[in-house]
């Protein structure tokens, strides 16, 4: 046989073994979804738009609870309010697993306080909760950190003196110093070059995560690793950040005093010390950086990409800003910084926060989960390990719970009356087990900075309000709107 046709025909064979292997097998009882084909899985049925709009279309089929094959993985989908609070708070220990994002994977892999799983998950979430709680409340709770960063703010915004500017960098500055003065033990100049490099390498690498290039690898990681692309500028990005976290735990190493620990690092330090003859200690260095990666990633972008997204919508929506000063000049006045003590005595304004939280749909398929057993939902047979993505978009645009969903309106959070409205649909950050870990400081600092601005500051735009475009410049895993210019004119 000549030997073209023998390689024609070795070439078919390894063809039809890789759809024989790659062909998703059927385990338990998934819920419905598009058939999958082989190797590709339902690439037919992606959109362009990205896997929400993909989602979206197909859950207009199969109902809230369905199945969509992600290259050769199944993943559940849970679409819309009711479905995801019933898996993960009703379930909640059962969906308590943490599935991957393929693009970070290589980096986080199971490692840290919100990629890792099992034990060593639930014993990094109580250190980690417990030691952040014990910094926001010592000798100087969050809230003075928060005050003090909004000082200096104010103050970087007058320099300015109204001319237009990007307010990227320095949103970054200011959420990024409160989780560093925690984990760190110090806030940065915003002017620290080496400080701006790791705010540019979070921005640049939340905008790579999200971007549809890093979706179309979700669905081909296993091939499409061993090729250049967005994936290994992510990798670079992070080992670079990672590096940095290195050298600042071996300063602490050097300079640590049990007697004072000074910030997350040494807490941690004392720790891994007090446990190393514990054969399962979790306590390593490895989880350390990664623990340390991912709360000043999260710590920093996503507070700082609500407040874009926020000023974004002021832009757009100057009467909202004007009403929220008004309610700023009654309760707080000019002569002092806000206070926490004042939210309550501000529904308008803490309506408006969450509307922007609940309209900017930072995460917006969420996290992923993976059940933690094999478990039965809604009459489906999940198999343990399967992943799940709850879609936090679907709730926070329910129909059900919003008026207006795809509308920016601050009347969804307030009843007839004027108070402030709670909604079960509003979960920008997630529920259950894995619900973020920096809720509370976050609320706080989109509080006390949205406030402490408007007080200071009106606004205005280059451009005019009904040209402000609010759709994002990327949409995958997170949401990243539009850069933008803005004046900040001293009231």
């Known amino acids: 046989m000549e030997p073209s ?26 819920p419905p979804g598009p058939r999958p084909l082989p190797l590709l899985g339902n690439l037919l049925q992606m959109d362009r738009g990205g896997f929400l709009n993909s989602f979206k279309r197909i859950r207009e089929k199969y109902g809230a609870v369905f199945t969509v094959h992600l290259g050769t993985r199944p993943v559940v989908m849970l679409y819309g309010t009711e479905a995801i609070r019933e898996a993960l708070v009703d379930q909640a220990e059962a969906f308590s697993g943490r599935g991957t994002i393929a693009v970070v994977e290589p980096i986080f892999r199971d490692y840290g ?35 003090e960063e909004a000082r200096c703010l104010v103050e970087e915004f007058r320099k300015s003196q109204g001319a237009p500017l990007d307010p990227t960098f320095l949103f970054q500055c200011i959420t990024a110093n409160i989780i560093c003065s925690i ?32 979706q179309v690898f979700e669905l081909f990681s296993g091939f499409l690793k061993y090729f250049p692309g967005t994936h290994r500028q992510i990798s670079r990005n992070l080992q670079e950040i990672l590096d940095y976290i290195g050298q600042s735990v071996e300063k602490h190493r050097a300079t640590l005093d049990p007697s004072n620990p000074r910030d997350f690092i040494d807490t941690y330090l004392l720790r891994m010390e007090k446990e ?59 002569h002092r910084l806000p206070t926490l003590e004042d939210r309550t005595k501000m529904p308008y304004t803490d309506a408006v926060i969450y509307e922007i939280q609940r309209f900017s749909d930072l995460v917006p398929i969420g996290v992923p989960h993976k059940v933690t057993k094999d478990t039965l939902f809604r009459g489906y047979l999940l198999p343990k390990n399967t992943e799940v993505y709850p879609i936090l978009s679907s709730a926070l645009h329910d129909p059900q719970y919003f008026e207006q969903p795809d509308t920016f309106n601050p009347d969804h959070f307030l ?51 009904k040209d402000i475009d609010l759709s994002p410049k990327e949409s995958g895993f997170g949401k990243v709107p539009q850069t933008y210019q803005i004046c900040f004119l001293a009231r």
């Open 415 to 465: 009843d007839a009356n004027g108070a402030l409205k709670k909604s079960e649909a509003f979960m920008p950050f997630s529920l259950g087990k894995r619900i973020c870990l920096g809720e509370g400081i976050a609320r706080n600092e989109l509080f006390l900075f949205f406030t402490a601005i408007l007080q200071n500051y009106s606004l205005s735009s280059p451009m005019a309000a």
């Open 276 to 334: 190393k003859s514990n054969q399962h200690m979790e306590f390593d260095h490895q989880n350390l950086l990664i623990s340390v990666l991912s709360l000043f990633f999260a710590g920093t972008e996503t507070s700082s990409t609500t407040l874009r997204y926020g000023f974004l919508l002021m832009l757009k929506y100057p009467h909202v800003a004007e009403k929220v000063q008004k309610e700023i000049d009654q309760v707080i006045g000019s």
């Open 113 to 147: 306080v919100i990629f890792s799983n099992g034990e060593r998950w639930k014993v990094l979430r109580r250190f980690s909760l417990a030691t952040m709680r014990d910094f926001g409340m010592g000798k100087r709770s969050v809230e003075e950190r928060i005050q």
């Open 183 to 214: 984990v760190f033990g110090e806030r940065f100049d915003y002017k620290d070059r080496q400080f701006l490099r790791l705010l540019y390498l979070f921005y640049q690498s939340f905008s790579l995560i999200s971007s549809f290039s890093s």
């Open 5 to 30: 046709v023998l390689l024609l025909l070795a070439l078919l064979v390894g063809f039809v073994l890789l759809l024989v292997r790659g062909y998703p097998k059927a385990r338990g009882h998934l």
